[in-house]
């Protein structure tokens, strides 16, 4: 059995201040598991997904337009303080 591990440079972009889900979190985890031996066990993805479809089949079409509009107009956050985002937020959902 294997694990497939799924990371882009790309989610480095995603940027949320002092939000725990930040760049820094994933630069960590990947520390992490270079420093346990782990990375090199993991496989990575390399086959790409259509990313409208695997984000649709989890977020209604509503949110996905509020989020982009969000980004684009540099909102904080799309709901509530805890749903933090970005202005590339809604780019890196859809190119990583």
């Known amino acids: 059995?294997?694990?497939?591990f799924g990371y882009d440079s790309m989610f480095g972009r995603h940027v949320t201040g002092a939000h725990p889900e930040c760049p820094q979190r994933l630069d960590s985890?990947?520390?992490?598991?270079?420093r346990e031996g782990l990375a090199?066990?993991?496989?990575?993805?390399?086959?790409?997904?259509?990313p409208t479809q695997w984000?649709?089949?989890?977020?209604?079409?509503?949110y996905i337009s509020r989020l982009e509009k969000?980004?684009?107009?540099?909102?904080?956050?799309?709901?509530?303080?805890?749903?933090?985002?970005?202005?590339?937020?809604?780019l890196v959902a859809?190119?990583?």
């Open 29 to 34: 985890i990947i520390s992490a598991l270079q």
């Open 70 to 90: 969000h980004c684009r107009q540099g909102l904080a956050y799309i709901d509530t303080p805890e749903s933090t985002i970005c202005s590339e937020s809604y």
């Open 40 to 50: 090199g066990k993991l496989l990575p993805v390399t086959e790409r997904v259509d």
């Open 94 to 96: 859809n190119e990583a």
């Open 1 to 4: 059995m294997a694990t497939l």
């Open 55 to 62: 984000i649709e089949s989890v977020h209604a079409s509503e």
